[in-house]
């Protein structure tokens, strides 16, 4: 039997300031999403994604896969999207037994009306007080860890409109 690798008292403090972070921050971009419009931060990581995919369209599944959700969790969460009229669902032209989730021109609105607040509110949580060179480290360290978590970069659909 291996004897225990335990941390350093460095790496120690390192994950419980990671873990603070994982641990608060999605609430925090819930919080201000919710009230500002009316969105999850999992439904405005969805509108945004399809804003940024070609025709503003992504198959269900691949999407499902990139939110790092179930199928049928996303699908519950594409009914209330849908219910908005910010996305349909339409049949893959390619493979009719695959569903395709579309972008609607109110959902691209809602995309756009939203994202100023969401940018704003992630450049005060995240980036404020970091030096430019911080925030080249933040990316270096982040890029490495997602490689581990997701080699194939399966996952990766949370991002912001660009203009």
């Known amino acids: 039997m291996s004897e225990t690798r335990w941390l350093t008292a460095e790496q120690e403090d390192a994950w419980r300031s990671l873990m603070t972070v994982l641990m ?18 999992a439904g405005y990581a969805v509108l945004s994604a399809l804003s940024e995919a070609p025709e503003r369209t992504i198959r269900i599944s691949r999407l499902a896969t990139m939110a790092n959700m179930s199928v049928s969790r996303l699908s519950h969460l594409l009914d209330r999207l849908a219910d908005r009229d910010w996305v349909v669902r339409r049949p893959d032209p ?30 005060s949580l995240v980036f404020e007080g970091l030096e430019a060179s911080q925030i080249t480290e933040l ?9 581990r978590l997701d080699p194939e970069r399966k996952l990766g659909l949370v991002g912001t409109v660009r203009r």
Do not use: F
């Open 24 to 41: 608060v921050l999605p609430g925090a971009l819930d919080s201000q999403l919710q009230r500002d419009a009316g969105l999850t931060h």
């Open 139 to 147: 990316k270096q360290i982040s890029a490495t860890i997602a490689t």
């Open 94 to 123: 390619d493979d009719g037994r695959s569903t395709m989730a579309v972008l609607t021109d109110a959902g691209w609105e809602k995309v756009v009306q939203t994202a100023p607040g969401h940018v704003e509110n992630v450049r």
